[in-house]
RNA sequence: GCGUCGGUGCCCGAGCGGCCCAAGGGAACGGCCUGCAAAGCCGUAAAGUCGCGGGUUCAAAUCCCGCCCGGCGCUCCA
């Protein structure tokens, strides 16, 4: 397996600290507004490289926190006169459902920054007590110039990053140096508070993954990873915490990149901003034609997102889904098929260089191509390769061939494609074609093959 | 401004020194199949400037230099 790692900046190889296990922590959602798809990107992303190992054996052990308590949710409580809980347990809630919509794997743990305090003061602790962090009446902060390789992950000096430092945001007077940033922050006023032995406050943002990370998955643990736009301060941060913690961190950095809608960045200022739920509700379809699309494109690569492009996934997605159809209606026996090998060879490969989905994904399409080939001449090698693109698709979490929700409506429809298929034998077409057209305006699509009518929804 | 990543067909996007007269998906067109469709299969399209201009090399979309354009970071952010 060889991984880009954004602190080396170089594709390397990618040795878990215990061999057959892997250890990822990715950092998860503050949850104070509608999750969008930039969380569905960030999320799909290690959801699919966690599958992916687990496909290739591995014994994964995925961590993503949930930040529970930050400014955000503050603001947001006091402005709609609800407490800090009541806001992240609702916003929570909210992601959660957009996440399982998503067929993302929840996972194994997601610790709140709230249940972590005790950890976190802990940490702080250790800071002080070997002269990394000092303590002002603001807070404690650390002591950025006394680690040595701080800007290393985005590959930057003390001085490049110190002319950025406080350009645009007001110095915290409490600071020794503008670079100096916060791990316990006095409380204020209205504010949630936890107590510490610098006296009431809570936690600063990058502590908190910093605890978790360390705390669940252990020292040196094996991958960590975001959105590149976390990779300073957050990531810069929680790795100069644990460095100063005299801890070793993650041994590899991955992050995904951003996405674009119609061809500008996503934001809420320029209104182009699209929530998850938005673009499910726009089409049963599009929570697949979703992961299609991020599957197609590299996770390192700014993906290009608008309702065009969505509508086309919803093509290959039909693409996929219509060779089962088939398969099922020439009853291809693929469910016990063996793999054809040199499909999984060449998608472990590619899988295996920088998680290459794009080429993944042209190979499960190649076998579907094949696989339809087969079903029309009657090829014994049908099952095999059905049964191939399901597992490879599978194992970047993409479903295809399930089966159709049933409903009360489907005896009334089995009867009405029936009486059309015995009208085509009586070559009443006028007939035929009416009860097609009465079904195509209840959104049913007839297919016809050789074996006879199918139809779907 | 500084840093960084990128600009490939009608669209989305792989490729990153020879296997590329450039994967895969979508759209289009033609053929087969069909009663007609849909789905599927087969095939086609000057991708002739792989952002533009230089250069290196026997060989460049792939490396180097300059320029133009865009994303992201420098500020809460996936």
Redesign the pocket.
């Known amino acids: 397996m060889r991984i880009y790692d954004t602190l080396s900046?170089k594709i390397v190889d990618f040795v878990p600290r215990k061999e057959g296990a892997i250890s990822i922590y990715a950092?998860?959602?503050?949850v104070y507004d509608h999750p969008?798809?930039?969380?569905a990107?960030?999320?799909m992303t290690y959801d699919i490289a966690r599958r992916f190992f687990e496909w290739a054996g591995y014994d994964v052990l995925h961590v993503a926190n949930i930040?529970d308590i930050?400014?955000?949710i503050i603001n947001r409580a006091t402005r709609e006169g609800l407490t800090e809980p009541e806001v992240a347990e609702k916003w929570e809630a909210i992601y959660m459902d957009a996440m399982a919509a998503l067929d993302i794997l929840a996972p194994h743990q997601q610790p709140h920054a709230t249940e972590y305090v005790q950890e976190m003061i802990d940490f702080i602790q250790v800071l002080v007590d070997n002269g990394a962090a000092y303590v002002t009446d603001a807070g404690v902060y650390l002591r950025v110039r006394s680690i040595e390789d701080y800007g290393a992950l985005?590959?930057?000096t003390h001085d490049?990053?110190a002319?950025?430092?406080?350009?645009?945001?007001e110095v915290d007077p409490n600071k020794e140096d503008p670079l100096d940033?916060a791990l316990w922050k006095a409380a204020k006023p209205g504010e949630p508070t936890w107590p510490s032995p610098w006296g009431d406050g809570r936690p600063g943002?990058h502590i908190e993954c910093a605890a978790m990370s360390l705390g669940i998955l252990g020292d040196g643990f094996d991958l960590h990873g975001?959105?590149?736009?976390?990779?300073?301060?957050?990531h810069t941060n929680e790795r100069a915490e644990a460095i100063a913690a005299g801890r070793t961190f993650s041994r590899y950095w991955m992050?995904?990149?951003?996405?674009?809608i119609d061809?500008?960045?996503?934001?809420k200022s320029l209104n182009n901003f699209a929530t998850i739920q938005d673009v499910l509700d726009e089409h049963p379809l599009n929570a697949r034609a979703l992961r299609?699309?991020l599957l197609?494109?590299?996770?390192?690569?700014?993906?290009?997102?608008?309702a065009?492009?969505i509508?086309?996934?919803r093509?290959?997605i039909?693409?996929l889904d219509?060779?089962i159809?088939?398969a099922e209606a020439a009853k291809v026996d693929y469910a016990s098929a063996e793999l054809d090998s040199d499909a999984v060879a060449e998608f472990r490969t590619q899988m295996e260089?920088?998680f290459?989905t794009?080429?993944a994904?042209?190979?499960?399409?190649?076998l579907?191509?094949?696989?339809?080939?087969a079903?029309?001449?009657g090829d014994d090698s049908a099952a095999s390769l059905v049964a191939t693109a399901i597992d490879l698709t599978g194992a970047l979490g993409l479903r295809i061939g399930e089966t159709q929700p049933t409903s009360d409506d489907d005896v009334r429809i089995d009867e009405l494609v029936a009486a059309?298929t015995e009208?085509?034998a009586n070559?009443d077409?006028?007939e035929?074609?009416r009860i097609?057209d009465e079904l195509a305006g209840q959104g049913i699509?007839?297919?016809?093959?050789?074996t006879g009518?199918i139809w779907r929804r």
Not at 36 to 39: N, Q, S
Not at 163 to 169: K, P
Not at 226 to 234: A, E, R, S
Not at 368 to 373: E, L
């Open positions: 900046r950092c998860g959602p503050t969008h798809l930039g969380h990107r960030q999320a930040t930050d400014d955000n985005i590959h930057r490049e990053l002319e950025g430092a406080g350009a645009r945001v940033f943002w975001g959105g590149t736009d976390l990779v300073f301060p957050h992050h995904n990149a951003m996405l674009n061809g500008e960045k996503m934001s299609l699309m197609q494109t590299h996770y390192r690569k700014i993906l290009e997102i608008n065009e492009v509508a086309h996934a093509s290959g039909e693409r219509a060779m159809r088939k260089d920088d290459g794009p080429e994904m042209a190979i499960a399409f190649e579907v191509r094949r696989a339809n080939g079903i029309d001449s059309r009208a085509k070559k077409f006028a035929a074609d097609r699509t007839i297919e016809d093959t050789p009518p």
